[in-house]
């Protein structure tokens, strides 16, 4: 079993849908998430973190920890096309290297 | 906004080779990573570089590689002999580490190509 699974996609949803990003994980010594969006031949711009399990929002960005299913989301509310991009779950044991998932690219369609 | 550069954003290179890529990370940070991106595939990590000394690295940081903080500002990557296969993205990554933060801020990164 790989340490992070992310289905890549593509996804394609129409401008101001909800969109659902998920990852899991093995190793339950997982303690801080993070979602990173990269755009083509660019580096990951961090957009969440989360330390342990539960909710966070920024704007129209929710991320979400269930560590008791080893489970991860990303809620993007009302999509824009500008949020077309490759989005990134990653996580670590904390000062540590982060493990990366494979990405899942998004487009959003006017 | 304080951010990772990296130089340069380019470059290519002959097989055999030595390159040194270059990071400036975020001035209070204290923990240093690099990773690469072999084009299509998942970021990987390469090394962490903590307190002037390297922390982890992975199988993929093999002999042929060194990291440096020559001063109290870069952070360098080097590759003594470079083979097609280190073709890929390379990012430099920085962390400040406090409980229940810990968050890696990545540069651009610089696309090495081995001819």
């Known amino acids: 079993q790989k340490e992070v699974e992310q289905d890549p996609g593509p996804l394609s949803v129409p401008e101001g849908a909800i969109v659902s990003l998920n990852c899991t994980y093995s190793n339950s010594a997982f303690q801080y998430f993070m979602w990173y969006r990269q755009y083509s031949r660019k580096g990951p711009e961090l957009l969440m973190y989360t330390y342990s399990s539960g909710n966070k929002e920024d704007g129209r960005f929710t991320a979400q920890v269930d560590k008791s299913s080893k489970y991860i989301s990303l809620f993007i509310r009302d999509s824009q096309p500008s949020d077309s991009a490759t989005y990134l779950c990653a996580m670590s044991q904390g000062a540590q290297k982060l493990v990366f998932g494979q990405g899942t690219r998004l487009t959003i369609n006017p | 906004e304080p951010e990772v550069t990296q130089t340069p954003s380019h470059q290519v290179t002959q097989m055999g080779q030595e390159v040194i890529l270059r990071c400036v990370p975020i001035s209070n940070h204290l923990y240093f990573y690099w990773y690469r991106q072999i084009l299509g595939q998942k970021v990987e990590f390469l090394v962490s570089?903590?307190?002037?000394?390297?922390?982890?690295k992975s199988e993929i940081f093999d002999d042929q590689f060194s990291v440096e903080r020559p001063d109290g500002s870069n952070f360098t990557l080097k590759i003594r002999s470079t083979k097609l296969e280190d073709s890929a993205m390379y990012f430099c990554a920085s962390s400040e580490v406090f409980y229940s933060r810990e968050t890696q801020y990545f540069g651009p990164g610089t696309r090495l190509l081995v001819l």
């Open positions: 570089f903590y307190n002037n000394e390297i922390s982890e």
